[in-house]
């Protein structure tokens, strides 16, 4: 299996997994509130609904993702919240019905990108298997925030690993959106994968960077996946830095495009 299959394949299982959280609801609760601050459970569906749809714009018609991208100038901070309130205006079984299709349609499409390939984005082009972890991170992020407002603790799967590596890869990104200086030197991240039953990488050790440097962050690989999709303030999380480069790092990590988000204080 290539790495995009896999990607995508665990990918299908996130939206899957959160879906199920879902499907059961009764109406009146896709208008519970979330953590993210006026955000509602249709908000967080209606958000990936979006997101999803653009991404297959991306994949399948060009010109009309760059009609989007031309309409998001206009209003750049803005332009992904007023997708999603929008959407969320849908009545939840037709909300639902749209984000299976329209997933599902992208997930098929991602496993025909020949390789290569640059897909277009708000940012700069990528792989397919770099948009469908990108697509991962946002759908267990986004999870999270409805799985809190549901009070229910999601089990950390092997699928983080997906997502730790683009929190990883972010790292110069973050520096660089709060207008800081990119570190000169590789940090060393060493994550403990999550203890999943069955799973060959249960409570093996992630690793990226030099195993000699003198920057470093280390803790569970669930608790990493928290910090930089801020789902969680870092006081309550169990990730530690070396070396002061690191420790600032995890005060404005974020594995997610777009201006520096709020946290979760």
């Known amino acids: 299996m290539s790495t995009a299959e896999q990607i995508v394949a665990d990918l299908r299982a996130e939206s899957d997994e959160l879906d199920a959280l879902v499907a ?3 109406s009146s609760g896709w208008a519970d509130p979330t953590p993210a601050p006026g955000w509602t459970i249709a908000h967080q569906i209606a958000h990936l609904l979006w997101t999803d749809r653009v991404s297959l714009l991306s994949l399948t018609d060009e010109p009309g993702f760059n009609d989007v991208l031309a309409q998001a100038m206009t209003d750049p901070t803005g332009f992904v919240d007023a997708g999603a309130e929008e959407l969320a205006l849908t009545p939840p079984a037709q909300l639902l019905s749209d984000w299976r299709h329209t997933r599902g349609r992208l997930h098929d499409e991602l ?3 020949a390789d ?18 990108a697509r ?5 992020a986004h999870g999270l925030d409805v799985a809190d407002a549901l009070g229910l603790r999601r089990p950390a799967t092997a699928r983080l690993r997906s997502i730790a590596h683009i929190g990883v890869r972010t790292r110069d990104f973050a520096f660089t959106v709060h207008g800081l200086a990119v570190p000169a030197e590789p940090f060393r991240v060493e994550l403990v994968a999550p203890a999943t039953r069955g799973s060959a990488d249960a409570g093996q050790l992630w ?11 280390t803790g569970p690989a ?7 999709t ?32 709020a946290g979760r204080g």
């Open 116 to 133: 290569g390939r640059k897909l277009p984005w708000f940012g700069p082009p990528m792989s397919a298997a770099s948009m469908a972890t």
């Open 230 to 261: 801020q789902r969680r303030a870092r006081s309550e999380l169990d990730v530690t830095a070396v070396g002061a480069d690191a420790a600032k790092w995890l005060t404005i990590a974020q594995a997610f495009a777009g201006p520096p988000g």
């Open 207 to 217: 690793t990226w960077g030099p195993e000699d440097a003198a920057q470093r962050v």
């Open 222 to 228: 669930e608790d990493f996946c928290m910090l930089v």
């Open 136 to 140: 991962m991170m946002e759908t267990w």
């Open 111 to 113: 496993l025909t990108v």
């Open 24 to 26: 059961g609801l009764p």
